[in-house]
C-alpha cells in the first residue's frame, strides 16, 4: 500500500506494469520517461537479460502534484514476464496501488495473455489483494503490427479472453509509436489516486 509520510505531508504511491514477457512493458516505461523527462525525479533503471527485457524493474519516480494536502510521488515498475520469473513478480508486487496490465495482441500470444493475468491474480492474493479490487487497466498492446501485416486480435477477442469478469478500463495502444501509452498511464493514475484519496479521507 502507498506509503503515508505525516510529517513530510507526502504519499509514495506504486504503479506496476504487469503481463507476458515482450508484451512491452518496458517499451510503455521507457516512452512515459523520454516524454515526462523534466517531471521525473531520478533515473530509469533497466536491467536485461536474456530471453526477456527486464529482469528485475524499471524504478522511476514521478511527481503528480498535492491531493489532500499530501503530495503525491508515483513509483513506476515493470515485472519480468518469463514464467520462471514468478518469485520475482509477485515481490516487485509487494505493496502495489496500481495496476497496467500490457497485453500481447499479437494472436499467437493469446495463451500467454490469459496465463499471465492468472498469474496476476494469484500472485496479488499472496498479499490478500484482489484483482476485482485494485485499481487496474488494461492496455491492448502492438495494435501497430497489424499494419505490417502480422496477425492480431481483435480487440473484442482480447476484451473477452482479459476483461469479461474484471470489467476494468482498457486502452488499444502501442508502445513502440506512443499511441495511447500516455493515456493508459494517466488513466491508470487516476484511478490510483482516486482509491488513495478515499482512504487519505478514511485516515489511511
Do not use: C
Not at 512515459?32 to 530471453?51: A, S
Amino acid at each position: 500500500m502507498a506509503l503515508i509520510n505525516p510529517k513530510k505531508k507526502e504519499v509514495q504511491v506504486k504503479l506496476v506494469y504487469y503481463g507476458p514477457g515482450r508484451g512491452g512493458k518496458t517499451t510503455n516505461l521507457e516512452y512515459i520517461f523520454d516524454k515526462f523527462r523534466k517531471r521525473i525525479k531520478g533515473n530509469l533503471t533497466t536491467v536485461k537479460t536474456y530471453g526477456d527485457r527486464t529482469l528485475f524493474f524499471d524504478f522511476m519516480p514521478m511527481e503528480i502534484g498535492v491531493i489532500k494536502g499530501y503530495n503525491i510521488k508515483m513509483q513506476f515498475y515493470t515485472v519480468p514476464g518469463q514464467v520462471k520469473y514468478s518469485a520475482t513478480r509477485r515481490l516487485v508486487l509487494r505493496g502495489v496501488d496500481g495496476i497496467v496490465f500490457v497485453a500481447d495482441s499479437m494472436a499467437l500470444r493469446q495463451k500467454m495473455n490469459i496465463i499471465s493475468l492468472k498469474d496476476l491474480q494469484d500472485n496479488l492474493a499472496t498479499f490478500d489483494k484482489s484483482i476485482f479490487k485494485i485499481p487496474l487497466v488494461i492496455q491492448y498492446n502492438k495494435r501497430d503490427l497489424a499494419d505490417e501485416g502480422i496477425p492480431v486480435l481483435p480487440v473484442e477477442t482480447l476484451e473477452n479472453d482479459l476483461n469479461k469478469k474484471l470489467k476494468v478500463p482498457s486502452i488499444a495502444a502501442s508502445a513502440i509509436t506512443g499511441e495511447n501509452v500516455v493515456e493508459t498511464m494517466k488513466k491508470a493514475i487516476s484511478l490510483t489516486v482516486a482509491s488513495l484519496e478515499k482512504r487519505l479521507e478514511l485516515g489511511g
